[in-house]
């Protein structure tokens, strides 16, 4: 029996296809992800306050995208499709950063982000679909799935990090294009093994012509490419400068003649509480369960948001803390500050199975934590790992911490994750009506994207320079990233005690759904 066998025994079959264009796609999207901080302070030369902006500006758009994504192929595309022209535009924007100047980069990050909206919500709908109502494999097939991304994002922080900071930047992208060329060919070449699964082809709506020859597919396709630039200005341009002096409002701030608004969390707080309304009013409309169900699903988007808004200081503020302030010497092998990266999917990979099979046993004994619980604790042990630096800083050797710092940080930070991302995705297939499976998916992902602009946020406080603009010390520098860090365990911690508190009401507004 092959390791494949044993993985997916008593699954799907297209599981299987899914894990493996999931994993290259995650593979092409982590390889850019790993790398984007560094090459926009060390070869852009941006100060550290506007990497982490620009980061999480670009990390905010890539998760926002699936709302639009998913809603396109629930009405117009049909899953296949949509996953495939992802794929392409993914392909086409690693390709295009090659080009080696910013204007190529944030062309390259559109096309990136647009192709990501199309591919990464539909994948995970189709996994969804391969299992019926109440069919107690669900959780752990999408946690199979969640290590197939991990496994993905092992080979990027590991693989796309070493070339990238050893042989170049552009080395580092280009490989990351091949990989997404590899996850489309494998999506495509399986088509047969997830062919049982409903909603993959085109919808009646989509193949209507609305102009000329032109149906709504082609225009959404033609509408796709001219999004790109769209995703250029929110980028380069997350916020603005506004004089407030002479307003209401100029005794609000500090310094009210620039004051810079914040065009971009303006926005996706816009568009979270219209996907919001639109979800409870939708669940409304097919009775009073589905409706608190809803209800429910935007709760656990707020407390999804939370989550990630401090998990991911990885991709910004932890690889700024490696390059700066972590002994990264192993035998003499200097280890790239990109590559600590690595530790995260690693441990998802060693204990992605045992939860898989954890979930299926606890079940089978009744004993399997309800989902707000799953969520505290996954919260609870994020904060753990913040706090980890506490000790790494006690053990600071001229004020660099060892590199087992990060080593448990990230475990705790890992372990973590496993409570709630996988159980999230699953979660949102059984909240949601199968008539909105996409845009209910599209929603979950919303969250993700205004953490990911709230993380970039979080990380300008942990910046190497100080308030009046002057690079900080290493002594300096290690005492800010311990505080910032330190206290967002702290609040973590706390946050998780409130979810525990409130769960009794939580899982009656989810009728039934564990």
Same mark, same amino acid.
């Given at each position: ?18 894990? $493996?264009?999931?994993?290259?796609? +995650? ?109 107690? +494999?669900?959780?752990?097939?999408? %946690? ?57 082809? &085109? ?11 032109? /149906? ?30 002479? %307003?209401? &409002? ?10 810079? &608004? ?9 568009? !979270? ?50 390059? +700066?302030?972590?002994? +990264? ?13 690595? !530790? ?31 969520? =505290? ?15 790494? =800083? ?13 080593? $448990? ?5 890992? %372990? ?35 953490? /990911? ?28 990233? %311990? ?6 365990? &702290? ?24």
């Amino acid at each position: 029996m092959s390791q494949n066998d044993v993985i997916f025994k008593g699954h799907p079959q297209g599981l299987s296809t899914l894990f $493996f264009s999931e994993m290259w796609e +995650r593979f092409c999207y982590y390889g850019m992800r790993t790398l984007l901080t560094l090459y926009l302070v060390k070869s852009l030369l941006k100060g550290d306050a506007e990497a982490s902006l620009m980061y999480g500006a670009y990390t905010a758009l890539v998760y926002a995208a699936p709302v639009l994504g998913g809603r396109m192929a629930d009405k117009f595309l049909g899953y296949r499709y949509a996953i495939l022209l992802g794929a392409v535009l993914m392909s086409i924007g690693e390709f295009m950063i090659l080009g080696g100047d910013e204007s190529w980069l944030l062309i390259g990050m559109g096309a990136i982000i647009v192709g990501n909206g199309y591919f990464k919500a539909n994948i995970s709908t189709i996994v969804g679909k391969l299992y019926g109502d109440g069919d107690g +494999r669900r959780d752990s097939g999408f %946690t199979i799935f969640y290590i197939g991304i991990n496994v993905g994002a092992a080979l990027a922080t590991s693989v796309v990090a070493y070339v990238g900071e050893t042989y170049g930047f552009d080395k580092g992208f280009g490989l990351a294009g091949i990989g997404m060329m590899a996850g489309a060919l494998i999506f495509w070449s399986g088509r047969k093994n997830y062919a049982a699964a409903p909603g993959l082809d &085109f919808r009646e709506e989509g193949l209507k012509k609305v102009a000329g020859p032109l /149906n709504m597919i082609h225009l959404i396709t033609i509408g796709s490419i001219l999004l790109i630039p769209v995703c250029y200005l929110l980028i380069s341009k997350n916020t603005f400068v506004m004089n407030l002096e002479g %307003t209401p &409002f100029a005794g609000l701030v500090d310094n009210p003649s620039e004051f810079n &608004f914040p065009l971009m969390m303006i926005l996706l707080c816009s568009l !979270f509480f219209y996907v919001a309304f639109s979800l409870i009013r939708a669940g409304a409309k097919e009775g009073k369960v589905w409706r608190d169900r809803m209800i429910a699903l935007v709760i656990f988007m707020v407390i999804n948001v939370v989550f990630w808004a401090c998990f991911e200081q990885a991709g910004t503020s932890l690889t700024l803390f490696a390059d +700066r302030n972590v002994s +990264r010497d192993i035998l003499g092998w200097t280890m790239p500050a990109s590559m600590t990266q690595f !530790f995260n999917p690693l441990f998802i990979i060693i204990f992605g199975t045992i939860f898989s099979v954890m979930w299926v046993k606890l079940d089978k004994m009744g004993k399997n934590p309800s989902i707000p619980i799953k969520f =505290a604790l996954g919260i609870f042990q994020l904060g753990l790992g913040f706090l980890v630096t506490i000790i790494g =800083a006690q053990m600071a050797t001229e004020y660099m911490v060892p590199l087992l710092t990060l080593v $448990f940080l990230y475990l705790l930070h890992t %372990t973590g994750e496993l409570f709630l991302s996988p159980i999230g995705l699953s979660m949102v297939t059984k909240l949601s009506p199968k008539s909105m499976a996409g845009t209910a998916m599209g929603g979950w992902f919303l969250s993700f994207a205004i953490a /990911n602009y709230v993380a970039g946020g979080i990380a300008t406080l942990t910046g190497g320079h100080g308030d009046d603009g002057v690079a900080l010390t290493l002594a300096e520098g290690l005492d800010k990233y %311990t505080s910032v860090f330190s206290n967002l365990g &702290f609040v973590l911690i706390g946050f998780s005690v409130l979810i525990v508190i409130l769960s009794k009401p939580l899982n009656k507004l989810m009728h039934g759904v564990v």
